[in-house]
């Protein structure tokens, strides 16, 4: 992982492999480019001119025009210290700020190429709080340099770039050490997110229930929290009826991870329960080949984004309030002793079932986990989950379904996500539809028996009964948890989608 630094050098001094430099839309340069350029004897025009051009400005557009994602380079020919100049696009001043920080950071880190080392003073173009863009930068330079490679027997080729050190050049006037812990926040909420993506990019027959449960066990042995593990007998001992009924297909028994950061004095306890089925093939309700059923290896991009947030939340440390992370996992198979559509179970704490479909398995688990988590004393409880199809269909892949009872606590996770650098939008629990999820038999079904559309609703409505009266947010990420293309601080596959919208939320109580 590169190492970031801070310093106050002159854009003209800064002795690097590559400087990073900013110019907004319509050509208008940022900080220190005319610096930069007057030094190279070149106008902005002149290099846009003569200089190669690299990443998506090259297929997508005939020219740099400083738009958001525009990149093009140029050699200093050694009148710089800096081998390579950088330029990239912010797009129009008055919206470089927020979330254009992470992408700013990404872009930088996707164009970095060869250089081992890289400077750059491009926070400071940016608008906002210096710590808050700061950190947004290297969050984004982290994630942009992603690449899932366990399984690559040629390592380095598949890497974004090779850079070592960047050095944020920044002034005097900055507080030096409140930059520092900027980037150190930094740190930690990228290598939660990197957690998440690589736990959901690992193929579904090297991960297992056990496996997340030693992931937990490990973030409990780094950061000191405490840790319960429910493996199957105990769950059966206790009553899980959802785990379980969704485990019984599998030979890798399912686990209830119980994950406890409980700082002294702390006044509020937030939950937070994560889906964790490591393959979902349906069940006897199997998927079809054409479903793109080699993605529910990702199932459980919930518990991962869990994981990574509590990854994060353990070394950062915030004061004033717990949070407790609940992981339901298990894997949905199809053998002779899975569930049947049309059997009964009984979830924990009570409430009976009708399984309509086996493949609406994801809702069992959250279901058990939500009534544990209220039992155990949260405040608050957010369930994320790749919960629905429907949520996919109504908002796609770039912005994730957001319920929450009462409602002003979903324009909290909304602003959350904002300012972490990505997107939620509210979606509706209708009390209305809740008539089309009661079963004749038992006191729900798990998806109903006419089907009114609303599929993301009538999930949430699902889950909103087991967590009663507690306040409750639900995170459905079906849509953003893989990407289908590299794109800014995303990559191909698993994004980690959630973490920082997690992680931001509990430091903003």
């Known amino acids: 992982m590169a190492k970031f630094s801070v310093a106050t050098d002159r854009?003209?001094?800064?002795?690097?492999?590559?400087?990073?430099?900013?110019?907004?839309?319509?050509?208008?340069?940022?900080?220190?480019?005319?610096?930069?350029?007057?030094?190279?004897?070149?106008?902005?025009?002149?290099?846009?001119?003569?200089?190669?051009?690299?990443?998506?400005?090259?297929?997508?557009?005939?020219?740099?025009?400083?738009?958001?994602?525009?990149?093009?380079?140029?050699?200093?020919?050694?009148?710089?210290?800096?081998?390579?100049?950088?330029?990239?696009?912010?797009?129009?001043?008055?919206?470089?700020?927020?979330?254009?920080?992470?992408?700013?950071?990404?872009?930088?880190?996707?164009?970095?190429?060869?250089?081992?080392?890289?400077?750059?003073?491009?926070?400071?173009?940016?608008?906002g709080n210096a710590e808050v863009v700061v950190q947004g930068f290297v969050e984004g330079f982290l994630l942009g340099s992603y690449r899932y490679l366990k399984f690559k027997t040629e390592q380095n080729g598949s890497m974004p770039n090779k850079v070592e050190a960047v050095t944020l050049l920044g002034d005097k006037k900055q507080n030096a050490r409140a930059l520092k812990a900027a980037i150190e926040r930094a740190e930690h909420i990228a290598g939660g997110t990197t957690l998440a993506r690589d736990l959901t990019n690992l193929p579904a027959g090297d991960k297992s229930p056990e496996l997340l449960a030693e992931e937990a066990r490990k973030i409990a042995r780094d950061t000191k929290m405490k840790i319960t593990v429910l493996d199957e007998k105990q769950l059966e001992a206790k009553g899980f009826g959802g785990l379980l009924?969704?485990?019984?297909?599998?030979p890798k028994p399912p686990r209830l991870v119980e994950l406890r950061y409980e700082?002294?004095?702390?006044?509020?306890?937030?939950?937070?329960?994560?889906?964790?089925?490591?393959?979902?093939?349906?069940?006897i309700n199997l998927k079809p080949g054409t479903s793109g059923i080699d993605w529910m290896k990702m199932d459980m991009g919930g518990a991962g984004a869990v994981l990574g947030a509590m990854h994060a939340i353990g070394r950062i440390k915030p004061k004033g309030v717990a949070v407790r992370a609940y992981i339901a996992t298990a894997?949905?198979?199809?053998?002779?002793?899975?569930?049947?559509?049309?059997?009964?179970?009984?979830?924990?704490?009570?409430?009976?079932?009708?399984?309509?479909?086996?493949?609406?398995?994801?809702?069992?688990?959250?279901?058990?986990?939500?009534?544990?988590?209220?039992?155990?004393?949260?405040?608050?409880?957010?369930?994320?989950?790749?919960?629905?199809?429907?949520?996919?269909?109504?908002?796609?892949?770039?912005?994730?379904?957001?319920?929450?009872?009462?409602?002003?606590?979903?324009?909290?996770?909304?602003?959350?996500?904002?300012?972490a650098g990505e997107k939620g939008w509210e979606l509706p629990v209708e009390p209305d539809y809740l008539g089309s999820i009661k079963s004749d038999i038992a006191d729900l079904r798990n998806v109903a028996l006419v089907n009114p559309g609303a599929g993301a609703t009538l999930a949430a409505l699902f889950l909103k009964e087991f967590a009663g009266d507690t306040t409750w947010i639900h995170l459905d990420i079906a849509g953003t948890a893989k990407a289908d293309k590299d794109e800014f601080e995303n990559p191909k596959w698993a994004t980690g989608s959630g973490v920082r919208t997690l992680v931001e939320y509990v430091l903003s109580l």
């Open 11 to 127: 854009v003209a001094d800064a002795a690097a492999d590559l400087l990073a430099l900013a110019v907004y839309a319509e050509g208008q340069p940022g900080p220190g480019v005319k610096e930069a350029l007057d030094a190279l004897e070149l106008t902005l025009e002149d290099l846009i001119a003569r200089a190669p051009q690299l990443g998506e400005v090259a297929i997508k557009k005939p020219t740099f025009t400083g738009d958001l994602g525009d990149a093009i380079a140029v050699d200093t020919l050694g009148k710089l210290p800096a081998k390579t100049l950088l330029l990239i696009g912010l797009g129009k001043k008055a919206d470089a700020k927020g979330a254009v920080a992470v992408k700013a950071g990404a872009m930088v880190a996707r164009r970095a190429g060869g250089a081992a080392s890289v400077a750059t003073n491009i926070p400071r173009a940016i608008k």
């Open 245 to 250: 009924g969704v485990g019984r297909g599998s």
């Open 263 to 283: 700082p002294p004095g702390a006044k509020r306890t937030i939950a937070f329960v994560g889906k964790g089925i490591t393959f979902d093939s349906g069940g």
């Open 331 to 419: 894997e949905n198979m199809p053998d002779g002793n899975a569930l049947h559509p049309g059997d009964v179970i009984t979830q924990y704490g009570g409430k009976t079932v009708e399984i309509g479909n086996t493949d609406a398995e994801g809702r069992l688990v959250m279901a058990d986990a939500i009534v544990y988590a209220k039992e155990r004393g949260a405040d608050v409880i957010i369930d994320i989950a790749t919960l629905t199809g429907a949520c996919v269909m109504a908002l796609g892949n770039k912005v994730f379904g957001v319920f929450a009872e009462p409602r002003s606590e979903a324009r909290k996770m909304l602003d959350a996500a904002q300012r």
